[in-house]
């Protein structure tokens, strides 16, 4: 059982900061990779950036390519993204997900709000 839980949104105005945490359960955290999606209101959820296990490997979706960093430290079971020069098509609820064994996990999800 793997539990995901983030924190960090908040309403900001375009061209801010923020980082968003993914907190893990589970002693297994760093075997697996994690990724970050997010959905806009009427929108599909759609992919934004995933982390490998150890952190080598990551990978972005096109539009957040040299805004959005992520990063993971396995000591503390924690999976951020850093997001900058924030846009109003940001705005979304953001969330973590992993997949375990052919289970997938999401948590709750953290809004993320960017006024023009």
């Known amino acids: 059982q793997v539990q995901l839980v983030e924190s960090g949104g908040g309403l900001v105005h375009a061209g801010v900061s923020l980082r968003l945490s993914c907190a893990a359960s589970?002693?297994?955290?760093?075997?697996?990779?994690i990724g970050w999606f997010r959905q806009a209101p009427g929108k599909e959820r759609e992919f934004v950036a995933a982390?490998?296990?150890?952190?080598?490997?990551?990978n972005y979706i096109d539009s957040v390519k040299g805004r959005f960093t992520i990063s993971r430290d396995n000591g503390k079971n924690t999976v951020f993204l850093q997001m900058n020069s924030l846009k109003p098509e940001d705005t979304a609820v953001y969330y973590c997900?992993?997949?375990?064994?052919?289970?997938?996990?999401w948590g709750q999800g953290t809004q993320v709000t960017v006024s023009s």
């Open positions: 997900h992993t997949a375990v064994k052919g289970t997938n996990y």
């Open positions: 589970g002693r297994t955290f760093s075997s697996y990779a």
């Open positions: 982390i490998s296990w150890s952190g080598a490997g990551t």
